[in-house]
């Protein structure tokens, strides 16, 4: 038996086909790209290389393009979501000011009461203090303010 110089049997100068050998393989060297600048271009070369990888693969194309619709529906709903979250805050805040104004009125009156109860209370000491027949003492005040 003969073989040849890739390992070929050999009979009777003819090649035997039934037990040839695989041709050897090469492993192509990765090509060496510039490292990127910035981020737009970091993410131009992922996504080139996503994309070469994705085109000798369809299984994992289908995968991307699900991931990408689970994605848009969960930033979808999330929206949803945030918009209704941000509609009862507005109803709250809307109850809140109305409540507030409320407490706030009562408050004013509340003060102009007090005000009106102490002016007069300071008008009757001072035309006591300009009446010379007015009884010594201490000048009493209204007790219930007007309304």
Do not use: C
């Amino acid at each position: 038996m003969l073989v040849d110089v890739h390992g070929n049997l050999v009979v009777n100068g003819v090649r035997d086909v039934s037990e040839q050998q695989a041709p050897p393989t090469y492993q192509v060297p990765p090509t060496y790209r510039p490292l990127p600048i910035g981020t737009t271009q970091l993410a131009g070369q992922a996504a080139g290389d996503v994309v070469s990888g994705l085109a000798k693969s369809p299984w994992m194309l289908g995968i991307v393009v699900i991931n990408l619709i689970g994605i848009v529906a969960a930033v979808y709903f999330l929206n949803l979501l945030i918009g209704g979250q941000q509609k009862l805050f507005n109803e709250l805040m809307t109850v809140q000011q109305a409540h507030l104004k409320q407490i706030l009125d009562g408050q004013a009156v509340q003060y102009k009461s007090i005000l009106d109860v102490h002016n007069r209370e300071f008008d009757a000491l001072v035309d006591m203090a300009k009446s010379p027949s007015s009884p010594q003492g201490v000048p009493t005040a209204p007790v219930r303010p007007a309304r």
